[in-house]
């Protein structure tokens, strides 16, 4: 006597049509059948109708019940699971909802995209506890039935977790061979076919009606004007040349040919959004109807067996008596051009021996790439349910064909973390490792105190004086504590921060520690900061504040060289010289692709221009903006004014452009024969073959252009020329 333990034997009506399929076959009409649920209402409901299958039929069957999974399964041979983890609400709602916000539309979120990933997330362990207990309490050698979608991860997850004995249940495939010979008024009967795949993507590889193919048949039923059902397999049938197993709102989510297209295509292949959750509540408006018939004694069952496959692996097992079932299980060869490990939909031969899987070889290579895209997120997904790994749940979205092609990639974090939150907060999703926020990154694989370098956005731009801040970020999984040491040109600098640095940082701590960098002698070569450490945990980054460039007073004097260098290439090379009213340029600016916007020059082709007088008296710099354009060069202020008093001419071809400028000294803000800083932003949309668009400072200023009124973009220098 065998006992069959049902996990998840709430859902009644389909409890009630397993059982029944169960007791119609002799040898197992004596099983014990041990009702397990967390839902005392629904448990009580499938138990009181258990107890009446087994009174109708007269067979010599008991019915257990309990709300704990260990009594449940203590002695099982068999575990069916069906159980839907949060239920259609709260959790089937906000797989929907939450990404609605963001633009994306589903019809059924149980298998693939972000619906089917988080369904994925909060099933997989309670499945593999499933297991686990199973091969605890459970008889010598037992074997787990699972229905619960989504099938490919959850039959993914339970084999890598347990390596139990398993095999996932659909019935897709005996669904859609029996529509595909409607379509082509075929006898069922006469009907064989071979068909091979993941789940809800296995592709029907022939199709035959009395040894023939009859797959012309089915195209037949394509080209018909008067067809009209099942458009999304139909077209992708017309695209890859087989009939795929799962339907048009399946399918419809799991490409990126249908949704995203519109209203237009939508209508057109009669796609339903929001199809699950119309479905979940017509079922709940139902049920307190369904279960009275189902429980009314003046109402006989009716015992006609389903299509299903779980009786017919459980009588296969225990009389020995073969059969062949459709099953998910490990790919171990079975589909050759598909991930090894992957989980696949193959044609399995049972009998006492267990589940036996059927090698298919390759399958063809359209039909192996497409899976694939949805294999990519499976594997993602049961990877960051097994290792918890925050990460690998936006790189799964990320990955799915459906929500790449409507959200980017800030979208997509933006709406995982907002369903994260959400289902933790329902208390039906676990803790993941944390992640560098609006990245990929674990703060697990970093495991480090980083300490950056910034210039303080107070700083009033005195020459000798410049205010900085000491970001440190603790990016490791423990509280921080340690110390660093300053290393800087003692000689030339003071700094207010002691020498020694103390740092005590919480999980996940950002400090922000202000101080002040002091020029004492006007020989300095620029200031080089370092932060040295024992700790190895520790990454600090060099601050480098370049000496800059103080322009001589001198007017008259010879030419000066100018020259800009990216990645070794010459973005500009000329010469500047003071004139009696202003500083004359000559440069020559290589861009291969000249383009400006004016309103947001900094984002082409473009010269920007910085004068200051080194004294706090002047806290910001004067900007001067040139933008090449081929017939009338543009000069303007940062205002976006145009200055009228410059003069410039502009010479373009095919390798860039040649300029001539004079700036009046009165525009600069500074008087003939003045000292003066000055420092010069250029941007290139091309540089040359090998090179897209750059941006790249004089002087190797390290914070340019960050605010046009902000005196950060001039450093402190007191050198001569």
């Keep these: ?128 506890n499933v297991a686990r207990t199973l091969q605890e309490v459970g008889a010598q050698n037992p074997l787990m039935l699972n229905y619960s979608n989504p099938m490919a991860m959850n039959m993914m997850g339970i084999d890598r977790a347990t390596g139990i004995a398993s095999v996932g249940l659909c019935h897709s495939v005996q669904g859609t061979s029996r529509q595909i010979a409607s ?178 070889g390759a399958i063809p290579t359209q039909l192996a790439a497409i899976m694939r895209s949805n294999i990519n997120v499976q594997e993602l997904t049961v990877e960051a349910a097994l290792t918890g790994a925050r990460e690998h749940i936006y790189h799964a979205v990320m990955a799915d064909p459906h929500t790449a092609t409507v959200l980017t990639l800030d979208k997509i974090w933006a709406m995982c973390d907002e369903l994260i939150e959400q289902h933790q907060k329902d208390g039906v999703l676990g803790q993941f490792q944390p992640v560098q926020k609006n990245t990929g990154r674990s703060l697990a694989s970093l495991q480090r105190v980083l300490i950056d370098t910034e210039i303080d956005p107070s700083w009033n731009g005195q020459p000798d004086l410049v205010n900085l801040v000491a970001v440190v970020t603790n990016e490791t999984e423990t509280p921080f504590n340690g110390s660093v040491t300053l290393s800087y040109n003692t000689n030339d600098y003071s700094v207010s921060l002691p020498s020694e640095l103390g740092l005590s940082l919480a999980i996940g701590e950002v400090r922000k520690i202000p101080f002040t960098v002091t020029q004492k002698s006007g020989n300095g070569t620029g200031f080089r900061l370092f932060y040295k450490t024992e700790t190895p945990v520790v990454l600090a980054k060099e601050f480098v504040l370049p000496k800059r460039l103080l322009i001589s007073s001198v007017i008259g004097g010879d030419s000066q060289p100018l020259e800009v260098r990216w990645s070794g290439n010459i973005m ?70 145009t200055i009228a008093e410059a003069y410039v001419s502009i010479d373009t071809d095919a390798g860039g452009y040649s300029l001539a400028l004079t700036l009046p000294y009165g525009v600069l803000n500074v008087l003939a024969g003045e000292p003066f800083l000055m420092e010069i932003i250029v941007g290139v949309n091309a540089l040359g073959d090998a090179h897209g668009k750059v941006r790249q400072t004089w002087q190797k200023s390290p914070a340019p252009h960050l605010d046009m009124n902000h005196a950060a973009m001039i450093q402190p220098v007191t050198q001569d020329r």
Aim: glycine residues 6%; proline residues 6%; contains cysteine.
């Design 1 to 128: 006597m065998a006992k069959i333990a049902f996990v998840g034997a709430g859902s009644v009506v389909f409890t009630k049509t397993l059982i029944c399929d169960i007791l119609q076959n002799p040898a197992l009409q004596d099983s014990t059948l041990s009702l397990m649920d967390i839902d005392p209402r629904r448990l009580e409901t499938a138990r009181i109708l258990a107890e009446r299958v087994v009174r109708q039929m007269k067979v010599n069957a008991k019915v257990e019940a309990s709300l704990d999974l260990k009594t449940a399964l203590k002695g099982a041979k068999y575990a069916i699971t069906t159980i839907q983890v949060g239920g259609y609400k709260p959790s089937t709602v906000v797989d929907f909802e939450i990404p609605r916000k963001y633009g994306l539309l589903q019809t059924i979120g149980d298998t693939l995209g972000v619906g089917g990933v988080f369904r994925g997330l909060r099933t997989i362990p309670p499945l593999i």
């Design 183 to 360: 379509y082509a008024g075929l006898d069922y009967e006469k009907v064989s076919y071979l068909c091979a795949g993941i789940n809800h993507m296995a592709f029907f590889l022939k199709f035959e009606y009395m040894g023939q193919d009859a797959y012309p048949l089915i195209f037949k039923a394509l080209e018909s004007p008067a067809f009209g059902s099942d458009r999304v397999r139909f077209e992708m049938m017309r695209r890859l040349g087989y009939f795929v197993t799962e339907s048009s709102e399946h399918q419809s989510e799991y490409n990126p040919y249908f949704i995203h297209h519109g209203k237009e295509v939508i209508d057109s292949f009669d796609i339903p959004i929001d199809e699950y959750l119309r479905r979940c509540e017509s079922i709940i408006a139902t049920w307190e109807r369904t279960e009275r018939e189902m429980l009314a004694d003046t109402k006989p069952i009716h015992f006609r067996k389903s299509v299903e496959y779980g009786a017919q692996i459980i009588n296969a097992c225990e009389t020995g008596v073969p059969t062949v079932i459709y099953g998910n299980v490990r790919n171990t060869d079975l589909i050759t051009n598909l991930p090894d490990a992957c989980c696949v939909e193959v044609p399995c031969l049972v009998d006492k021996q267990g589940i036996q899987p059927t090698h298919i």
């Design 572 to 641: 500009v090379a000329g010469e500047y010289r003071l004139e009696p009213t202003g500083i004359a340029f000559k440069l020559r600016v290589n861009d291969t692709n000249i383009k400006f916007v004016k309103q947001e020059f900094w984002d082409a082709s473009v010269l920007e221009f910085f004068f200051k007088k080194p004294t706090p008296q002047q806290p910001y710099p004067v900007q001067v903006i040139v933008l090449p354009d081929t017939n009338a060069p543009i000069v303007m202020n940062a205002k976006k004014e």
